[in-house]
């Protein structure tokens, strides 16, 4: 229960853009979104969206670039990254709980389920 299957991610020169999608199986938690994890940097939040509703939550670093959707006949979300940079090199962790509080406050402890990840790669 609450697995979550991550598709997307790989390389891109600077100002590309790349897409990542989560499928989830539980149908009881709430939100979904992504975290990042660069090398000796901590996990921080980037984006999240309240399923079957239109509440959407961006980190500083993302916000005009970033975009999150969802697919309403199944449980799943996307991430579409634009002009992206170096900086968001990093291993991207699709997650999903029950309230928007991990995301808002930038707390990964409290996510419920956890993707693998999978990698994005931004060269300059």
């Known amino acids: 229960q609450g697995q979550l299957q991550e598709s997307g991610g790989g390389s891109v020169q600077a100002g590309g853009s790349l897409r990542l999608s989560c499928t989830g199986s539980?149908?009881?938690?709430?939100?979904m979104g992504w975290f990042r994890e660069a090398p000796g940097k901590r996990r921080e939040a980037v984006a999240a969206?309240?399923?079957?509703?239109?509440?959407?939550y961006y980190s500083d670093s993302v916000k005009g670039r970033f975009t999150i959707s969802q697919d309403n006949d199944k449980l799943s979300v996307n991430l579409q990254m634009d002009n992206l940079k170096p900086d968001d090199t990093a291993m991207y962790y699709c997650?999903?709980?029950?309230?928007?509080?991990?995301?808002?406050?930038?707390?990964?402890?409290?996510?419920?389920?956890w993707g693998q990840g999978t990698q994005v790669t931004v060269s300059a």
């Open positions: 997650a999903a709980a029950y309230g928007s509080h991990p995301w808002e406050e930038n707390q990964p402890r409290i996510i419920n389920y």
């Open positions: 969206i309240r399923l079957s509703g239109t509440t959407t």
């Open positions: 539980e149908k009881n938690y709430n939100f």
